[in-house]
């Protein structure tokens, strides 16, 4: 059975190594993660796959012991009836300049506009006054990637940042 598991919680030392025994202990497996410390809080999306005989209940009984004791906020289980194979993105869009409100969602709805899907996206505010902003997504870009590149430049005109697109290799993967 395939399940997506995800928890958030203070980040400390040890919330791998819980999530992870409570799987291996009941013969199942990560399939596909993604984890990152964000302001001093863990996040954690995984998707498992467990041997038939271990229920969701079971699975999450098993977790829920693990988010007691190691006090995190949240914990959700969910089943997956399939697993869709996964869309492997195609070019990198990079943004960056001042920080200021409103830069994710012009570039999100620019690229959804263009039926773009976005397969990862990373944001970073650094240095000081002002601050630098700095998104960077993997992309599945299905059109005229022309197009967009016209799109982008537009929007970081409009929102004052620069963007650049460029081709993702399969070896970066």
């Known amino acids: ?12 030392p040890g919330i791998v190594a819980a999530i992870s025994e409570v799987l291996f202990e009941l013969g199942g497996n990560i399939d596909d993660s993604q984890m990152s410390i964000l302001h001093g809080h863990f996040a954690v999306m995984l998707v498992v796959s467990v041997p038939a005989e271990v229920g969701r209940d079971a699975l999450a009984e098993r977790l829920e012991a693990v988010r007691r004791r190691l006090d995190l906020e949240g914990l959700a289980v969910s089943e997956l009836d399939e697993l869709a194979a996964g869309v492997a993105p195609t070019h990198v869009l990079t943004v960056y300049g001042a920080d200021h409100p409103g830069i994710v969602h012009a570039v999100s709805t620019a690229l959804a506009e263009r039926e773009v899907n ?15 902003y700095v998104m960077v997504m993997e992309i599945v870009v299905p059109g005229d990637e022309e ?8 929007v970081g005109d409009r929102v004052a940042v620069e963007v650049s697109l460029r081709q993702l290799s399969s070896e970066a993967l």
């Open 1 to 12: 059975m395939n399940y997506a598991v995800s928890a958030i919680g203070r980040d400390r």
């Open 118 to 132: 976005i397969t990862d996206l990373r944001t970073r505010r650094t240095g000081e006054e002002p601050p630098l």
């Open 147 to 154: 197009e967009l590149r016209r799109a982008m430049a537009e």
